[in-house]
């Protein structure tokens, strides 16, 4: 049971969302973030640096051993590869461990917090009992990918102003082209461009709208300004105001 795989699972061994596995995993997940960052920001330039990139290195590595279990148990497909906009990230974290770029920075605040969080709210691995590997690896991968530009944020080591998100979102939509290509030729659905998941919030257009594409031009907005507005709140909360006599 423990290393059964979405192809062979039993039915009824799941978890139901928003049970008590569930909001374990969200409360552990919520507690552990809030104290990598206070610890965080107690330690040094030099040791912040190193802790991000063994943070990085772990995820990358993570996501290395769980692709390397699916081959030894010869589940692995095209699926599988890190296409998906968490995915796509993991991969961002391991290339920002060796260059730090604005854009990258940026794209993964913007875009790995509300993705990977969303993923944890709404997980499409219900069918995997608790104690399962990839049960286990997909509720860490997704709390690790909210932490590491979580830290980033809380020690102003990215920048979230508006052009940024800009850049971050052109940065995207130039990454869901080949993606989507890769679906066609491989018929997989990376990053939910051909259909949305079982209670994903992109099913809801697709039954309004007819099409599960809506949702990314009408969510990308709301997306940016939920993350926007509390850095620019907490912007102007820290800057002193001047006094006019």
């Given at each position: 049971m423990f290393f059964l795989t979405d192809d062979n699972i039993p039915e009824g061994v799941g978890f139901q969302a928003f049970g008590l596995a569930h909001i374990l995993w969200l409360l552990a997940g919520l507690l552990f973030c809030i104290t990598a960052c206070f610890f965080y920001k107690k330690l040094s330039a030099s040791k912040q640096k190193r802790m991000l990139t063994v943070l990085g290195a772990y995820i990358f590595l993570?996501?290395?051993?769980?692709?390397?279990?699916?081959?030894?148990?010869?589940?692995?497909?095209?699926?599988?590869?890190?296409?998906?906009?968490?995915?796509?990230?993991?991969?961002?974290?391991?290339?920002?461990?060796?260059?730090?770029?604005?854009?990258?920075?940026?794209?993964?605040?913007?875009?790995?917090?509300?993705?990977?969080?969303?993923?944890?709210?709404?997980?499409?691995?219900?069918?995997?009992?608790?104690?399962n590997f990839f049960h286990i690896h997909s509720f860490t991968i997704h709390i690790l990918l909210v932490l590491y530009p979580l830290l980033l944020v809380t020690t102003n080591q990215v920048s979230t102003d508006l052009k940024s998100a800009l850049r971050g979102t052109a940065l995207l939509v130039a990454m869901a082209i080949p993606v989507y290509g890769l679906n066609l030729l491989w018929g997989t659905n990376f990053m939910f461009l051909m259909k949305p998941d079982s209670g994903n919030p992109l099913e809801m257009f697709e039954k309004l709208l007819g099409s599960h594409l809506w949702g990314f031009p009408i969510l990308l907005p709301v997306v940016i300004l939920v993350m926007y507005i509390p850095t620019r709140i907490f912007k102007n909360l820290k800057t002193p105001q001047k006094v006019r006599c």
């Open positions: 993570q996501e290395m051993v769980k692709n390397l279990v699916l081959i030894f148990l010869g589940e692995f497909s095209w699926g599988y590869l890190p296409f998906h906009l968490c995915g796509i990230n993991i991969l961002l974290i391991f290339f920002d461990i060796i260059k730090q770029t604005k854009v990258v920075r940026s794209f993964l605040y913007y875009f790995s917090i509300p993705g990977a969080a969303l993923a944890l709210l709404f997980p499409n691995w219900t069918d995997m009992p608790v104690w």
